[in-house]
């Protein structure tokens, strides 16, 4: 699984540390500051300790893995950012990878609350370096998965989300219901035209590009209609599965992949992991073709990541959670930098 | 004209839209953890004054538009058109009246204001910030009635009508701002 919810950071007004610069030195202002407030910062560090509380409480183990690592993820809507050296080394996008391969080698529960990175990713909700919570459960599915970040996010965020269940809604019946499409079945044309009804036209996708449709139409019509505090989309098309299995159902192939919202923000990606190296060969042998086809970089294959599936993954379900976005969601802020102490415009 | 990658967008960059002009007004980047990557522009039609929205694909470009702006020594209007000169090149330009538009009622010969060029023809025109201006009309204020902060219509040299005090008399030569319109100070000699 891998985060969904890759928060991050905004734009911040301030100096421009290139602006100005006379005689070697910076003119920075006031931009040495901490763009969040220090009240802020103790918050976060008290989600962080209730989260780890939460954890040891159910006997799910804290790990911590490498940052560095010679392989990186071929998604090619994630941009790994490479440190210079021989051979050059991928900062991570998400632990997935590693934790898996402790997954593999029967380590049990796991969780970890660290760093990933994704370039490119700058905006009110996005800071290209962000924190992660994910964890994995073996013997659970995704359905189980959600229940469980349910009750972490009550009690992480009680003041957001009431008692009552959260609502839980497959990714076809949300489209049929506010767009009135199939996301599992209708062309591209048919997607055109419910883009063009919500006035959103103006990307260019390739003719075949479904998902690129169906992730504009999700992002910008879909998610806005959710109800507020907590709900839960599951059963995404199976061309999104990115990780997870696909289910014969008799709406077709699904993906047993679930996201979380709270009042309408993206705040975490679930996955029933997929176990089949064979079938994960695959998809990443489709994602380094699509890499090639947009002219980007292909990154060298995770070939441990793939020993530790044919060694045998244990049947899990995975999730990871953006923590800046649960910190803004507990704060009230409007921005990632207003959770962030120095965001990467002031790093 | 140069193009603008999606993460090159900021707001106050001037680009083409639908083959008009267009000042960015806000960008915001959206993303899904999973899947491609959008940016919202919300941007103002520089001909129009309309605001809208458009949603790129992250990694699209918009064409840069030939848009910028220049002080200008403002001539004399012709009945037509309005004509200004660049005072260094000594080039001169021809506004219409729609893109002169309200700042009109602040121009005086010889000052000089700020016109937006849009491939190289005035687009825009916006006066000065602060003008001062003579009244040529206003009716005689009550004597003894400073202090209630009454005011009265003054007409000024330039056509304009503004609100004055009741102590300012015709003749008189006061500062306006022109952004709202409204009287500031008697000016300072």
Same mark, same amino acid.
């Given at each position: 699984m891998t985060g969904t919810s890759a928060p991050s950071g905004g734009p911040v007004? &301030?100096? %421009? @540390?290139?602006? &100005?610069?006379a005689g070697g030195g910076r003119a920075a202002g006031a931009d040495?500051? @901490?763009?969040? &407030?220090l009240d802020v910062l103790r918050l976060r560090a008290r989600l962080a300790a209730r989260a780890r509380a939460f954890f040891a409480a159910r006997g799910v183990l804290e790990v911590e893995t490498p940052l560095l690592a010679a392989a990186a993820t071929p998604e090619p809507h994630l941009a790994s950012l490479v440190v210079a050296g021989e051979p050059p080394r991928y900062l991570q996008t998400s632990p997935e990878f590693h934790m898996k391969r402790l997954l593999a080698a029967g380590i049990g529960p796991i969780y970890q609350l660290g760093r990933a990175f994704r370039g490119g990713e700058a905006g009110r909700r996005h800071n290209p370096e962000f924190t992660l919570l994910e964890w994995y459960r073996p013997g659970l599915d995704h359905h189980r998965l959600m229940d469980e970040v349910e009750e972490l996010l009550r009690a992480l965020l009680p003041e957001r989300i009431g008692p009552a269940p959260a609502p839980r809604t497959a990714y076809g019946e949300l489209f049929r219901r506010q767009? &009135?499409? %199939?996301p599992h079945r209708a062309t591209a044309a048919e997607l055109d035209r419910a883009i063009a009804a919500e006035g959103l036209s103006g990307p260019t996708f390739a003719p075949d590009d479904r998902d690129g449709r169906l992730q504009l139409l999700m992002a910008l019509a879909v998610e806005p209609r959710l109800p507020g505090g907590l709900v839960f989309v599951h059963e995404f098309p199976a061309s999104q599965a990115s990780l997870a299995r696909v289910q014969r159902t008799e709406e077709g192939a699904v993906a047993e992949r679930f996201e979380a919202f709270v009042d309408r923000v993206e705040l975490a990606n679930g996955f029933h992991e997929l176990g089949d190296a064979d079938e994960q060969r695959r998809r990443f042998a489709a994602d380094l073709a699509g890499r090639r086809a947009a002219g980007l970089p292909e990154p060298p294959l995770d070939e441990r990541l793939l020993a530790a599936l044919e060694a045998g993954l244990p049947d899990c379900a995975g999730v990871a959670l953006g923590f800046d976005r649960l910190v803004m969601l507990a704060a009230g802020a409007e921005t990632i930098d207003e959770v962030l102490a120095f965001p990467a415009e002031r790093a | 004209m140069p193009s603008y990658s999606t993460n090159e967008l900021r707001s106050g960059l001037k680009v083409m839209i639908d083959g008009e002009p267009c000042n960015i007004v806000d960008t915001e980047f959206v993303k899904p953890g999973k899947g491609q990557a959008f940016v919202r522009v919300k941007y103002r039609v520089l001909t129009t004054g309309r605001v809208n929205e458009r949603t790129l694909k992250s990694g699209e470009g918009l064409e840069a538009a030939d848009v910028h702006e220049t002080d200008m020594q403002y001539l004399y209007d012709d009945g037509s058109s309005w004509h200004f000169m660049e005072? !260094? !090149?000594?080039e001169q330009y021809e506004a219409s009246a729609e893109a002169v538009g309200d700042a009109a009622q602040w121009l005086r010969e010889q000052d000089v204001c700020t016109v937006t060029l849009y491939n190289n023809v005035p687009l825009s025109v916006t006066p000065p910030k602060f003008v001062t201006l003579e009244i040529t009309q206003t009716d005689p204020g009550v004597r003894g009635?400073? !202090? !209630?902060?009454g005011t009265k219509p003054a007409t000024l040299e330039t056509g304009a009508v503004v609100k004055v005090p009741l102590f300012i008399q015709q003749g008189e030569v006061i500062k306006v701002d022109t952004r709202i319109g409204e009287y500031v100070s008697r000016a300072k000699d």
């Open positions: 007004a &301030g100096a %421009d @540390p290139s602006a &100005g610069a040495w500051r @901490p763009t969040a &407030g767009l &009135g499409v %199939d | 005072p !260094s !090149s000594y009635d400073t !202090s !209630s902060g």
